[in-house]
């Protein structure tokens, strides 16, 4: 064989080894970035208040493994025991902070960490568990729901 030939196996041989070895630095991180529709439901506090949002629009920016944004538009209503309903007039809007995305592990709050969501990134679709904690008087309500995100 000749010389050549001997150091183009090597090469190939070396290239396959790199091939199976994979991404030794572990998977990318998932994109959030662009527009997407936000709700979140059945959101309770055990005590017979129920509160929901609908239709929040989320603009996501994500660098690395952070993220953050704006939400705007879309309703919250709330209702509980007794005929108590609260239906704000004006629309939701704010600021998405504390992002982050872990494979797709994906956790971020609205304003403040007083409403935290964390859930899944499945394509085009995000959800899981969102979490919302008010003062009511002289006590604090913890509010759980489900969220679901649409990429638009």
Known sequence: MTKRF????????????????????????????GLW????????????????VLGATLS???????FSGTYSGGRMSCYGDGGFSYEPSTSLEGTVVSGTVSGSTVNFSFDTPDYFNTG??????????????????????TMT???????Q
């Open 6 to 33: 001997i150091s183009l196996i090597k090469v190939a041989a070396a290239l396959s080894v790199l091939a199976c070895s994979g991404d030794v630095s572990g998977p990318a991180e998932k994109n959030v970035s």
């Open 37 to 52: 529709t936000y709700s979140a439901t059945n959101m309770v506090d055990g005590h017979g208040l129920s509160c929901n």
């Open 60 to 66: 996501l920016t994500q660098t690395g493994a952070s």
């Open 120 to 141: 899944t990134l499945n394509g085009r679709s995000l959800s899981g568990t969102a979490t919302m904690s008010v003062v009511s008087g002289s006590s604090r309500i």
């Open 145 to 151: 729901g489900v969220f679901a995100a649409a990429r």
